[in-house]
């Protein structure tokens, strides 16, 4: 797995019950972004295993698209329009269901967010 980056315990807890049957995997309908996956000096802090949601989370969105890059490999695309986040310093995404839960949360150096440009991010969810 990719460094600074964690399946939620919820999300293994719905694939589990998935796989026997006893619920309907709710497929990934969003991305979220927050401005927590930094310390005081900047450097990227992991995931923690049990962490329900992102540590600062300050927008959410519906994806843009996806794509199956390999097999067992599915790339989220989600991007933030001109006035999206406009001002923030993002560090960290998470992919949520259809029932608002984060499965998966990922972890990057700040990345400043400009009210003039759109910016794409890219999640992949990998088996």
Do not use: H, W
């Amino acid at each position: 797995m990719a460094e600074n980056v964690i399946i939620t315990k919820k999300a293994r807890e719905n694939l589990v019950k998935a796989r026997a049957g006893a619920i309907v995997l709710p497929k990934i309908t969003g991305m979220a972004f927050g401005n927590g996956g930094v310390d005081a000096d900047g450097g990227v802090i992991t995931p923690e295993d049990g962490q329900a949601g992102l540590a600062s989370e300050i927008f959410r969105k519906e994806i843009s698209g996806y794509e199956f890059t390999e097999d067992t490999t599915c790339r989220y695309s989600c991007t933030l329009e001109e006035q999206e986040c406009a001002g923030e310093d993002i560090s960290e995404v998470g992919l949520y269901d259809e029932n608002g839960d984060i499965a998966c949360i990922k972890n990057f150096k700040a990345k400043g967010k400009d009210g003039d440009m759109e910016m794409t991010f890219y999640l992949d969810d990998v088996f």
